[in-house]
Structures are given as structure tokens and as C-alpha cells.
């Protein structure tokens, strides 16, 4: 499975390793969007209840839940980090050595975890263009807990964004045969 070639291939003895695997198993297992990751601080992410709110597109706060490995490789990077910076997720590039208490200096961009995970996909042997949604069919096949399951549909998903998730817009569908 190439989901195990790629978190394989992350060396989880540093630090700089610790949040990849965060970021990765993070992204994959919640659904987040890359842009709503590097806004979290540390303060927004409950691991006991694996759960917590994210602010995303129009402004607009969404419960995001997370798996219990996620959550796991979440608190063994927090634990492994001896700063007191606020943001989540920081970067350890020589050049993140600014004088600053936000710590927002040191919070990573959306293209460097694009970087992050293009890098770790080519290591890995995996060709395509790697993004959460690649992953989705499979981790859709990991053992959901069932208080977590939505109950209902989102009131703000209509139908076309149902079936573009699906797979089953036009654009993919199969053209008809014509008869004549």
C-alpha cells in the first residue's frame, strides 16, 4: 500500500521528522485543508478528545475530528518540542532564527508542507501528485468510531458538491451512447 511507503519513508528520530508524521497522519486522517492547518496554534487542538474547531473557507468555524493515530503522532511531536511557541506546527530551516514572542516567524507556510509532502512521496516512490484526497479510498477502509460518524448531511453541501466528492460530477461520468 503506498499509504505505508510514504510514512515509511518519514524518519521520526528528530524533531523536524516528529511533525512531518504529525502533518501527514493530521491532514490525511481529519480532512483538513492545508491552509486551516498552518493557522492552528497549539492551544486549538484537543488530543484526549480528538476533536476541535477550525475556522475555514467564508470565515466559517467546522468541528474537524481527528483518528486516534493522528492524535497520537500529534502529542508525541508536542512532547518532543522544548520551545513554548504558539503556533502548531514551526519550522526548523536554518533561517527561522528571528527574535519574536508570537512565534509566528517560525509557523510554516502552506507551500512548505506542499514541499514537505511532494518530497516525501518522491522518496517513497509514489508518481502522481499527492494531496489528502488521493489518500481518501483508502483511509475511507480504516475502522471509523461510530459517535463520530456525521448524522446528517451539511445544510450548506448541495447536490453538485455531494457528487463532485463522489466522484460522480459530469466530468467523470461516462458519456452515453448515441443511438441513431
Avoid at 512548505?112 to 516512490?125: E, K, T
Avoid at 463520530?148 to 466522484?167: D, I, L, M, S, W
Amino acid at each position: 500500500m503506498r499509504w505505508n511507503a510514504l510514512l515509511g519513508v518519514i524518519d521520526t528520530s528528530t524533531e523536524a521528522g516528529l511533525r512531518d508524521r504529525a502533518i501527514i497522519e493530521l491532514l490525511f486522517s481529519s480532512g483538513l485543508r492545508v491552509s486551516e492547518l498552518v493557522a492552528l496554534n497549539r492551544d486549538h487542538v484537543n488530543t484526549k478528545r480528538r476533536e476541535f474547531m477550525v475556522r475555514g473557507k467564508g470565515q466559517k468555524d467546522r468541528p474537524v475530528f481527528v483518528s486516534q493515530t493522528a492524535a497520537q503522532r500529534l502529542e508525541d511531536y508536542l512532547a518532543a518540542r522544548t520551545d513554548s511557541l504558539v503556533p502548531l506546527f514551526i519550522s526548523y530551516s536554518r533561517n527561522s532564527r528571528a527574535t519574536s514572542t508570537s512565534g509566528d516567524f517560525r509557523r510554516l507556510s502552506a507551500r512548505s508542507i506542499q514541499r514537505m509532502i511532494s518530497q516525501y512521496a518522491r522518496l517513497a516512490g509514489i508518481t502522481k501528485h499527492v494531496s489528502p484526497p488521493y489518500y481518501a479510498p483508502q483511509l475511507c477502509h480504516r475502522p471509523i468510531d461510530e459517535r463520530r460518524r456525521p448524522t446528517q448531511r451539511p445544510e450548506h453541501a448541495g447536490p453538485q458538491q455531494h457528487q463532485h466528492h463522489a466522484g460522480l460530477h459530469s466530468r467523470h461520468r461516462p458519456t452515453p451512447a448515441r443511438y441513431s
